[in-house]
């Protein structure tokens, strides 16, 4: 009897499910926890009290990311500097302390392999392709990018996956996006996401496991497809899943904690099986012609509030939504705009590349390639570099990106989260705007009234040297 | 967690739309290791104005808020729940939340009621100046005007919160079942089956 047709999401999905409940909640097997200090201490705390053990510490994998400053860590002497902030100092070393505590690996913040828990996972063949992957933080959807199910969770399904490897969900439904044709110059996986928010709106993907297809999602290197399930959750999808292909197999293979040998072998016979079967149906599908898709800004304070960067911002009442134009006056209001301005008169004072969503070595080299030969604008206050982990910035060095960095007046930092959320000591100071190449653009996000416009890092470049939001294919 | 049957009380016609998790509690609060006394920094931006809902007279320990369509968007973190509960919301009423969020506040007793946008518009309107009652047996939402909205939610998270189970508990007594899993990944998937270093 054939079986019936099935998408990637459903096929990883059924090779989970350890059991299905009457009511159809799944009990599903986790093959990857990664684990960060901010949303672990109190999952921690919860097992000690109760006396419960980790059930799979060699699954999991922890590394600080969000707290770290990206100044130096360690004197001259080799010794550990010490952070200033003593909250973010605590909670850091609650991390230090629990792992070893519960038999898990740290990856700690001096050692060449720490970075952002999204940009490690990939880069350490810990993230593979058809694995379920979970994290404590929202942007896990990152992993997709291999053809994982990797999805952000809460402190209590922390301590749920530490305890027992395994998640009690339902099955979302599926939501297949293609993006047909090819990319445009000057246009970039980030200006493809944003672009995709921007068509579901924040809310479109709830409920919603998405697969992005079509050739311009095919065409994307790792890296690139790493940069669109990044954002799935802005437009409110759990999961995002990209089909693993032979470009993810020659991305994953050699890793440290990938597969070798005989295994490597069956892995990719296995994986091969992964993608979604012809024939196969989602609950939703939504269609993109890829010619649609220009570099794109957020004006707005919601990732939703995307647009082509040779428009204007829009006037509240051009929505058709009474609360949408309510929010667009707060939106307005917020980020110091005017209706009708062109967005290539917004004048920014700050830059920041890095965050989960473009850290990785091709990010860093599409925004060297625009810097280089090129200095910062004067109205541009502070410009940083912030690579996704110390193999990223090792890499940078190598092909001497750093110099194209600092001579064009940018910061050149250590890996870590940074001014994507500040909860380290960089910020962005209040009323002042960032060119970000980070994932979310919400009040107080980089700051308390910092202002946000998300954009990819050659569009990043192109505001440092511009000093105001820029169509990066006038610069090249 | 406590058992959780009905929410009755003054409820918050906060109403808006996509209210993210930094808005409901700003990362720099994400810095403690504990669950407790983030309700001093929820919707702290909002709240930094004298005039806020949250805090006037009528509002203040309310233990129910109404808010706009994608509630909880953004970040997983689950501080946004301890926040709600710090600040004495153990009900949110909206057209939707978002996935993490809702899976968030179900795990800290929080019900999330999903309503349509017209039941949500009244809601609003009851709430300036009464109370509104939420029973989670029947699964309604009444007001002292004979308004009597019906509301879904799944199966397993109602019988979860009506009695207070301890999840992981539960999923610990699944041990054998887990085992058994293992064992088959072993076979079928050896390279997901060990998360070590492959020399």
């Known amino acids: ?60 994998l922890a590394v600080p990311d969000h707290n770290l400053p990206t100044t130096a860590r360690r004197d001259a002497a080799g010794l550990p500097i010490p952070i200033a902030d003593l909250e973010s100092a605590q909670q850091l070393a609650a991390l230090t302390r629990n792992a070893p505590e519960f038999g ?8 060449a392999e720490q970075g952002i828990v999204h940009v490690v996972g990939p880069e350490q063949g810990f993230s593979l392709p058809g694995a379920t992957i979970v994290c404590g933080d929202s942007h896990t959807a990152c992993h997709g990018g291999l053809g994982a199910l990797a999805f952000g969770i809460g402190t209590s399904e922390v301590e749920h996956v530490l305890a027992t490897q395994t998640l009690l969900l339902k099955q979302s439904k599926a939501m297949e996006v293609r993006v047909e044709g090819e990319l445009g110059p000057g246009v970039s996986a980030k200006d493809v996401v944003l672009h995709i928010t921007g068509v579901l709106r924040a809310s479109g993907g709830t409920g919603y496991v998405i ?83 220009a570099p794109s800004v957020t004006w707005g304070t919601s990732p939703e509030d995307v647009l082509p960067i040779t428009g204007f911002v829009p006037a ?23 209706a009708g301005q062109k967005l290539t008169d917004i004048e920014v004072q700050n830059v920041f590349i890095g965050s989960c969503t473009n850290s990785r070595i091709e990010d860093l080299r599409a925004a060297a390639a625009v810097l280089k030969g090129r200095t910062k604008a004067a109205n541009v206050r502070w410009a940083i570099a912030v690579p ?56 107080g996000r980089q700051g308390p009234g910092a202002r946000t416009h998300l954009l990819s890092p050659a569009m990043a470049a192109a505001a440092a040297v511009t000093g105001r939001l820029a169509d990066v294919r006038e610069l090249s | 967690m406590e058992p ?119 809601l609003m309107e009851v709430a300036q100046t009464d109370p509104v009652h939420i029973d989670l047996g029947s699964q309604t939402v009444t007001t002292p005007f004979q308004d009597r909205f019906e509301f879904e939610i799944d199966a397993f998270r109602k019988a979860c919160l009506l009695e207070g189970l301890d999840e992981v508990g539960l999923t610990l007594s699944r041990d054998s079942a887990i085992s058994a899993y293992e064992n088959r990944s072993r076979g079928q998937t050896p390279w997901l089956a060990t998360g070590e270093l492959v020399s």
């Not at chain 1, 890996?415 to 190449?437: F, H, I, Q, Y």
């Not at chain 2, 003054?10 to 407790?36: E, Q």
Request: aromatic share 8%; net charge negative.
């Open chain 1, 1 to 60: 009897m054939a079986s019936k047709p099935r998408t990637l999401y459903e096929k990883i999905w059924d090779a989970h499910v350890v059991e299905r409940r009457d009511d159809d909640t799944c009990l599903i097997y986790i093959d990857r926890h990664l684990v960060h200090e901010v949303t672990s201490p109190q999952a921690f705390e919860a097992l000690r009290l109760a006396g419960r053990t980790v059930r799979r510490p060699d699954l999991t």
């Open chain 1, 388 to 443: 996704g982990s110390g193999l990223v910035k090792r890499q940078a060095e190598a092909e001497g990106l750093d110099q194209i960095f600092l001579a064009a007046g940018f910061e050149w930092r250590e890996p870590g989260c940074s001014a994507c959320l500040a909860m380290n000591p960089d910020k962005v100071p209040a009323g002042e705007r960032c060119a970000s190449t980070s994932n979310r653009n919400f009040v």
């Open chain 1, 211 to 293: 697969e992005y297809t079509g050739s311009a999602i095919r065409d994307l290197s790792v890296e690139g497809r790493l940069t669109i399930s990044n954002m799935a959750i802005e437009h409110g999808a759990r999961a995002g899943l990209i089909a693993p292909d032979e470009v993810t197999f020659a991305y994953v293979k050699g890793r440290p904690y990938a597969p070798k040998g005989a295994e490597w072998d069956a892995a990719v016979t296995w994986w091969r099986t992964l993608a979604t079967d012809p024939g196969a149906s989602y609950d939703k599908v939504v269609v993109i012609d890829a010619a649609d898709i």
């Open chain 2, 4 to 122: 959780l049957r009905e929410v009755a009380g003054r409820a918050i016609p906060f109403g808006a739309k996509n209210v993210d998790t930094d808005v409901i509690i700003p990362a720099h609060w994400l810095k403690t290791i504990t669950r407790d006394g983030l309700g001093q920094g929820a919707f702290e931006t909002l709240r930094a104005d004298p005039d806020n809902l949250f805090d006037s007279a009528n509002f203040k320990g309310a233990p129910i808020l109404i808010a706009g369509d994608n509630f909880g968007c953004g970040s997983s973190r689950e501080h946004a729940a301890w926040a709600l509960l710090d600040l004495g919301i153990t009900a949110v009423i909206a057209p939707s939340f978002s996935d993490i969020f809702s899976s968030n506040a179900f795990k800290n007793g929080i019900l999330t009621v999903v309503l349509p946008q017209s039941a949500i518009d009244r």
């Open chain 1, 316 to 338: 509240p009442e051009s929505f058709a939504d009474p609360s949408k134009q309510d929010a667009a006056r707060k939106s307005l209001a917020y980020m110091g705009l005017m």
């Open chain 1, 104 to 111: 898990i690996r740290l990856i700690g913040d001096a050692d």
